[in-house]
């Protein structure tokens, strides 16, 4: 045990155990937090704004869904996603936090790795994946401005050009250093970045509406009418709730060092419910444009963009996509893997060690193979995105309904056993018995064919079950004490 430890273990009824704890894991103070309302809306002025999300709503357009349904399917989700990530944020800001610790109240000090590594690991994938469509655009960008450069997009090695290889490893570069620097780089990088999406995205859609001759499609030529648009509208609403179901899980990374739940809601309201209908807009306007000019449906804005005539432009609405990306990915699907291997290896790794482990782990897992493999894409990373709804549902259940917002911060942090979180050996097994079930359910909801029509909802019926059978088996007898962890606690930038 250190000598900060030593200090910090005296101030708590219970000593501090080094496999629980160490400065990136400790709870952070509550004077000096640095994330503002604003810096919680760049957080979704960049990620509402991913190419992933732009792909997946203009493919509800191509589905036959017009201007005013689109962005009805938005207001659901996005109504939805305020609540979940309002409760989710708060347990952050009163805690100090980060997820994989947070999971200890409800699985226990060491049955939280499983929610942790689920949670990471999904993340650690789709890091390397987005990282490879964020190269794909700066391939783009790098044969517009030094056509010579074409030949090296030929060949193929391991899957990839030398070109791709160049892109790749250079953004991998650039993320690995940005996150080194910690969480004060990444809230400064993310305020950069939300602005300047914001105005290229708005940019993009004026030029295409311009093109268009001042007028768009509002459907495609096969539009939905009756109870399968109505069936579509909350599909896409629902399923805005399963692209998130990870970031709701781990939002307490970063409003651990809120500076107000005040803060927390403005953020949400302004980045989520607003920032989503201007994202809907955008879409509504860039497919509607594209189709009026030629009868298709774009896939993303990177299909615009490679459009563009002039050279200039087209490099800086790629700068753009590039700078959006990876704020998207260092926020959704960097951070995570960070602390679960902080958790996982708290004597040996902090938060720089960690980001090393977890970039090279997205980088020697090839992901542009894995991206170019729908069976990985939907049975794997699917498969096991579908038991992240329970795990939620479990932690909400006993932090709000069973606690009711009751912890007892230090003794997150102890082995002793009578902590609080030490249930039976450090796991709580009547969080694996609503766990198991419940995530059962929502696999086979989201991957069976005979359940397509439903699949849609699959995080909902994982979350409600794992909630309902939870607080079915829970124990409701234990009395919880509310400590706060500043005797513990560090500065929130470190």
């Known amino acids: 045990m250190t000598a900060l430890q030593d200090q910090r273990s005296t101030s708590t ?23 503002s309302a604003y810096n919680i809306f760049t957080l979704w002025a960049n990620d509402v704004h991913s190419l992933g999300n732009y792909a997946f709503a203009i493919g509800l357009f191509a589905l036959g869904l017009g201007a005013w349904q689109i962005l009805l399917a938005f207001l659901v989700g996005a109504v939805l996603l305020f609540l979940l990530l309002s409760l989710s944020g708060f347990m952050g800001e009163k805690t100090g936090v980060p997820f994989p610790v947070m999971s200890r109240i409800a699985f226990g000090i060491h049955g939280a790795q499983l929610a942790a590594v689920a949670r990471g690991g999904v993340a650690i994938a789709w890091f390397g994946v987005q990282t490879y469509l964020a190269s794909v655009v700066l391939r783009v960008m790098l044969t517009a401005m030094f056509p010579g450069l074409a030949p090296l997009d030929t060949n193929n090695f391991l899957g990839m050009s030398t070109l791709g290889w160049i892109s790749f490893v250079a953004l991998w570069i650039l993320q690995v250093i940005i996150v080194s620097f910690g969480m004060e780089m990444i809230r400064k990088y993310e305020a950069f970045a939300g602005p300047v999406i914001l105005v290229t995205m708005l940019a993009i859609a004026v030029w295409m509406f311009i093109e268009a001759g001042g007028s768009i499609a509002l459907s495609t030529n096969e539009s939905l009418t009756g ?11 629902a399923l805005w709730i399963a692209i998130y179901g990870t970031f709701v899980l781990n939002f307490c990374d970063f409003t651990r060092s809120a500076t107000s739940k005040k803060a927390i809601t403005r953020g949400n309201f302004v980045g989520i419910p607003l920032n989503m209908l201007f994202f809907g807009a955008i879409v509504v306007v860039l497919a509607g444009a594209q189709f009026k000019i030629n009868g298709q449906i774009i896939e993303s804005p990177s299909d615009i963009v490679q459009t563009i005539p002039n050279t200039f432009f087209l490099v800086l609405a790629c700068l753009a996509l590039l700078v959006l990306t990876v704020a998207v990915n260092l926020m959704a699907n960097f951070v995570a893997p960070i602390y679960m291997f902080t958790n996982l290896f708290p004597r040996r790794l902090n938060f720089r060690s960690a980001a090393i482990v977890s970039a090279v782990i997205g980088l020697v897992i090839l992901p542009w193979n894995l991206y170019n493999n729908p069976v990985v894409i939907v049975y794997f990373l699917g498969g096991l995105g579908a038991i ?18 009751q912890i007892n911060v230090p003794h997150l942090y102890t ?26 359910i929502a696999i086979v909801i989201a991957l069976a064919p005979a359940f397509s029509a439903v699949a849609g909802f699959s995080w909902f019926f994982g979350a409600g079950l794992a909630a309902v059978f939870y607080l079915i088996v829970a124990d409701r007898k234990s009395r919880f004490r509310d400590v706060d962890g500043e005797a513990l606690a560090v500065a929130s930038v470190h």
């Open 388 to 405: 992240l709804g329970p795990i939620f549902g479990v932690i909400m259940a006993d932090y709000w309904i069973i606690r009711k917002a």
């Open 415 to 440: 082995e002793a056993r009578n902590g609080e979180y030490h249930y039976k050996n450090g796991v709580n097994t009547r969080a694996i018995i609503a766990l198991v079930p419940a995530a059962v």
């Open 227 to 237: 109870g399968e648009m109505w069936r579509q509208i909350f599909v896409g609403g």
């Open 13 to 35: 009824a219970l000593p501090l155990s080094p496999r629980l704890y160490n400065e990136d894991l400790a709870p952070t103070k509550k004077a000096g937090r640095t994330w």
